[in-house]
């Protein structure tokens, strides 16, 4: 069956240092994978979306990229702020229109002083 | 800027009522979603629909689950006789392609 593991429930790091976040994928073929952050007891956020043929896609201090051979994305958020603080949720979009997003579990990410 | 709403926040109902959530998704949208996330779970997919008809439905989306697009501006899930395991946090979502989407703030349903 279909497997989507994010690294550590929690991750803290201190202000202004990169957080790294690990998305791991098995016996799937997503031909997207997309970036969303959670705030608490809120809905998901688009962040990042990425396709399958690329391999790494930036938005302002927001790095993904994508190693399809791996199955693998890395989420990567330079100069990290306490605002950064929220829970950050891998997705797996197959081709396809209207197709369904199968989330990790996500990884809380704490951004201290 | 455009945002999707959700009606009610939160919703409390007893086992075996019918419930309906309701949805405003982003006006120019075609594609629209309903998920759910059990407290402390990973959010899970229910449905999807697009063109006036359901493209895709999970295993959780039984006979016991509809949704309605009524009014071409209103997105509605339905739940027929509540169950306890029911109990969560519903988000509608939509997308303009179908791939990037936008999440409301969440209706919280608590069946007791």
């Known amino acids: 069956s279909q497997k989507i593991e994010q690294n550590s429930e929690a991750l803290n790091i201190q202000e202004g240092k990169t957080a790294t976040l690990t998305c791991n994928y098995t016996n799937y073929s997503p031909a997207y994978l997309q970036w969303y952050r959670q705030d608490p007891g809120r809905g998901p956020v688009f962040l990042l979306l990425?396709?399958?043929?690329?391999k790494e896609k930036r938005k302002e201090r927001l790095k993904v990229t994508f190693d399809t051979t791996l199955k693998q994305s890395l989420f990567h958020i330079t100069a990290s702020q306490p605002a950064d603080s929220a829970t950050y949720l891998c997705?797996?979009?197959?081709?396809?229109?209207?197709?369904?997003?199968?989330f990790g579990t996500g990884t809380r990410l704490q951004v201290t002083l | 800027e455009p945002e999707v709403t959700q009606t009610p926040s939160h919703q409390v109902t007893q086992m075996g009522q019918e419930v309906i959530l309701r949805c405003v998704p982003i006006?120019?949208?075609?594609?629209f979603y309903w998920y759910r996330q059990i407290l402390g779970q990973k959010v899970e997919f229910l449905v999807s629909?697009?063109?006036?008809?359901?493209?895709?439905k999970s295993e959780i989306f039984d006979d016991q689950f509809s949704v309605e697009r009524p009014d071409g501006s209103n997105f509605t899930l339905k739940i027929r006789s509540t169950k306890l395991e029911d109990s969560a946090m519903y988000f509608c979502?939509?997308?303009?392609?179908?791939?990037?989407?936008?999440f409301g703030p969440g209706t919280r349903l608590t069946v007791t």
């Open positions: 990425i396709r399958e043929n690329e």
């Open positions: 006006s120019n949208h075609l594609y």
């Open positions: 629909f697009y063109n006036n008809e359901i493209s895709e």
């Open positions: 997705a797996l979009d197959k081709a396809g229109t209207a197709s369904k997003l199968t």
């Open positions: 979502a939509s997308s303009v392609q179908g791939h990037e989407q936008y």
